[in-house]
């Protein structure tokens, strides 16, 4: 047993974890993270390159807030770590009038007030000769919209979190957990960690470290792909292309990014197999390509030309496609944190910051009702995987 005794320890330091790490070493806590690989790495789901930033967002109104405070937190943490961590290049999102994302959008940016556009499909042609939407669609363009760099935004938090503290151990996964109303014990194979308060930040291997907690979380493989464009090379770069996500039917969802030098990034959201971090296939074929190709040879024809490469990756979705964050129900100094579905990573730094009010004073100065695991409870025990 490990004599010292920590304030927090923290299970995962990804995305989530590595924030967490950093506003409670800032705090001046003890805090001890424990992560099975080497963060910022490829096996989870905070890499790749780059990530989605937007204001008006829309899978809900209750978002935005909190997004807001995620640029303000990924500001203080260039300005802290010296590092670039965000590049403004605004967002156009694309869909039928009443569609998720356009209604979606909408609703957010009149709601809280925020600067937008409603471009028809003349002016966004005017605009973007790299776009090809189809004559009934609508766009909505979001200037703060853009892009993080995962990578480093990790390495900032976790750099950050050891300056300032933390004890953080490296390719040390923790194999169990248990707690009593006093403190919390980890234990990983080279000893047993205690501390006042535990969070559990480990993605896509969470529903492993429950406790026999059943939660619906269900692990998807994710594929990236970057295409050297046909044409029009310029009109590519982030300083003309914006980040993109057309919503072209009921469910079907691609998103990408300018081209920073490796290519234009491109995916389908959830159209990947279930998975497990274990049996995940972690290489890209010709079937992940098709359906990517196909809606840019319609949509962005300048873009499908060679596939430069590709990356797999991980969400960890709820069947709402909201974030799960909450209080363990048998214990109240553990705190479950699943901030993905998908569309996490934009909140990584806000999160850090609500993770470490909830371990020190057990509540958010944000409403985070609707993250609660109560919404799960009329899911019929057959669908939890
Ligand atoms: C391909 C892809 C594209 C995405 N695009 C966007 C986007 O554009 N915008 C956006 O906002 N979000 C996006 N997301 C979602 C976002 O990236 C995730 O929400 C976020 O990365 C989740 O962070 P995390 O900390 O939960 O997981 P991770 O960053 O994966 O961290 C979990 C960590 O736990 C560690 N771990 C696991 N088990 C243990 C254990 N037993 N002991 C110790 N450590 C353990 C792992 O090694 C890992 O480092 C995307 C996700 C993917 C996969």
């Known amino acids: 047993m490990n004599s010292k005794n920590y304030d927090v320890a923290i299970i995962g330091l990804g995305a989530m974890g590595s924030a967490s790490a950093y506003h409670l070493a ?9 992560d099975r690989h080497s963060p910022p790495h490829d096996q989870g789901s905070s890499h790749g390159e780059t990530r989605i930033i937007r204001e008006a967002y829309a899978e809900g109104v209750a978002y935005v807030k909190i997004v807001q405070r995620a640029y303000e937190l990924w500001a203080e943490l260039e300005e802290e770590s010296g590092r670039d961590l965000y590049l403004q290049t605004g967002g156009m999102m694309f869909g039928s009038d009443g569609s998720d994302m356009i209604a979606g959008a909408e609703t957010s940016a009149v709601t809280h007030n925020l600067t937008f556009e409603k471009l028809s499909m003349d002016e966004v042609r005017h605009r ?3 776009f090809n939407p189809d004559v009934d669609m609508t766009a909505i363009f979001d200037p703060r919209s853009g892009i993080l760099y995962p990578e480093s935004c990790v390495e900032a938090h976790l750099e950050l979190a050891k300056r300032h503290g933390a004890e953080l151990l490296f390719g040390q996964p923790a194999v169990s957990w ?3 109303s006093d403190s919390v014990t980890v234990r990983t194979e080279n000893g047993a960690y205690t501390a006042q308060f535990l969070i559990l930040a480990a993605g896509s291997w969470l529903p492993q470290l429950l406790n026999g907690l059943e939660v619906p979380l269900q692990v998807e493989r994710q594929v990236l792909m970057w295409y050297e464009p046909t044409a029009n090379q310029e009109l590519f770069r982030p300083e003309n292309c914006p980040i993109f996500i057309w919503d072209t039917g009921p469910g079907i969802h691609f998103y990408g990014f300018p081209d920073l030098g ?3 990034k491109v995916a389908r959201m959830h159209f990947g197999d279930t998975a497990t971090p274990e ?7 010709a079937d992940d390509d098709a359906p990517v190709r196909s809606f840019l040879e319609h949509f962005m024809p300048d ?3 060679k596939l430069l490469s590709s990356q797999v990756c991980m969400f960890t979705n709820t069947p709402d496609e909201h974030f799960l964050i909450d209080l363990h129900p048998e214990y109240g100094n553990v705190v ?6 998908g569309h996490g990573f934009k909140f990584a730094s806000a999160m850090g910051e609500i993770l470490a009010d909830l371990a020190t004073t057990g509540k958010s100065n944000f409403d985070i009702s609707m993250f609660g695991l109560d919404r799960f409870d009329n899911i019929n025990e057959q669908e939890i995987s």
């Open 279 to 285: 049996n995940l296939r972690r290489d890209a074929d």
């Open 128 to 130: 973007y000769k790299i």
């Open 178 to 180: 248990d707690s009593n």
């Open 26 to 34: 800032r705090r001046g806590l003890r805090v001890i993270g424990f």
């Open 303 to 305: 873009v499908p030309g």
């Open 336 to 341: 479950i944190a699943s901030p993905c579905s």
């Open 262 to 264: 490796t290519g234009v």
